[in-house]
């Protein structure tokens, strides 16, 4: 194996590992900003997509555990703080954590519930956004 092949299969791994670029750089790097998409606007994705429409749905549902997890382990972790400290920065801080365990414990159970450790998270999103993006253009092409 020569040195030109070594350097290939270094540019070929580095370039699966930081993919996730590709999502900024297809969101937040362009000239002007996609317009906003509404909720039907995600359901006509998903019922058009037979792939990603089902997962980018899952992903949207797991949304509902991380924001219970977080109510959940802010109201416990605050409540738990108040009744024995009563010191105003302790409870803010107590539920501020409580929060953001809960969030990521809730994250963790919709990963497994919906099995999204299955699915390409950041693919349907980006299959999404290419969609919302060809859409918009369309309907721009048909106002003109």
């Known amino acids: 194996m020569g040195i030109g092949e070594h350097f290939e299969g270094v540019k070929r791994h580095w370039e699966r590992n930081l993919s996730f670029l590709d999502y900024f750089k297809k969101v937040y790097g362009r000239a002007e900003p996609l317009p906003k998409w509404s909720d039907a606007d995600v359901e006509e994705f998903i019922t058009s997509d037979p792939v990603y429409g089902p997962q980018l749905k899952a992903i949207r549902e797991s949304r ?60 349907a999103n980006l299959r999404f956004i290419y969609w919302w993006e060809d859409k918009v253009s369309e309907e721009l092409n048909h106002i003109k």
């Open 64 to 123: 509902k555990f991380a924001l219970g997890g977080a109510l959940v382990g802010a109201a416990h972790l605050g409540g738990v703080a108040f009744k024995y400290s009563k010191a105003p920065h302790g409870v803010v801080l107590a539920t501020g954590f409580g929060a953001i365990t809960g969030a990521v414990l809730g994250a963790e159970v919709a990963e497994h519930w919906y099995q999204l450790y299955k699915v390409d998270k950041q693919g």
